[in-house]
T-cell receptor, first 112, second 115 residues
């Protein structure tokens, strides 16, 4: 990857397995959370979002879980495919602001 | 699918030179943003822009930075006198409404290398 990756935590999974990527956020005033996927040479791409009044949201092959008690967010990818290989960022938005605060990122590597 | 386009994809400049990075947001979007990502680090917020003015900016966005929407389609980021530490990927993003209510669409980025 050309824009991220030198010191990122890495998750390696076998194709077809489920992946779980975790994120700890910092601010209890955050009320909106988003997962982004970033492939090499591209900008962040929206995957799924969740508001603070929810604890789970499902998309196509992806599920986001929010635990406000411990300020933890996770992204579950079912039946991981080679095309899922990328860096995954969680992002939070503080209540009444207009900026995304991105986490460090996790590199997902999918092996055939 | 509509996309945010950015030019140039890569620019190399000498320290102290002015740089302008250009973005064409999605046509019906009203909110515009610049973010940057230094190699190996997080994506960081720089500035948000709405209704022809800056609505929010970070501490990174100092007097060396400015943004402009010179016409109905372009959104530019200018760095007046580049420093080595300005080397990064710069991402433009846009959304229909404010970040808290709607999803941002990011461009592919402009890589700036300051020598």
């Amino acid at each position: 990857g050309e824009s991220v990756g030198l010191h990122l935590p890495t998750l390696s999974v076998q194709e077809g397995d489920n992946s779980i990527i975790n994120c700890a956020y910092s601010n209890s005033a955050s009320d909106y959370f988003i997962w982004y996927k970033q492939e090499s040479g591209k900008g962040p791409q929206f995957i799924i979002d969740i508001r603070s009044n929810m604890d789970k949201r499902q998309g196509q092959r992806v599920t986001v879980l929010l635990n406000k008690t411990v300020k933890h967010l996770s992204l579950q990818i079912a039946a991981t495919q080679p095309g899922d290989s990328a860096v995954y960022f969680c992002a939070e938005i503080l209540y009444n602001t207009d900026k995304l605060i991105f986490g460090t990122g996790t590199r997902l590597q999918v092996f055939p | 699918e509509p996309e945010v386009t950015q030019t140039p994809s890569h620019q190399v400049t000498q320290m102290g030179q002015e740089v302008i990075l250009r973005c064409v947001p999605i046509s019906n979007h009203l909110y515009f943003y610049w973010y940057r990502q230094i190699l190996g680090q997080k994506v960081e917020f720089l500035v948000s822009f709405y209704n022809n003015e800056i609505s929010e900016k970070s501490e990174i966005f100092d007097d060396q930075f400015s943004v402009e929407r010179p016409d109905g389609s372009n959104f530019t980021l200018k760095i007046r006198s580049t420093k080595l530490e300005d080397s990064a990927m710069y991402f433009c993003a846009s959304s229909v409404s404010a970040s808290g209510a709607n999803v941002l669409t990011f461009g592919a980025g402009s890589r700036l290398t300051v020598l």
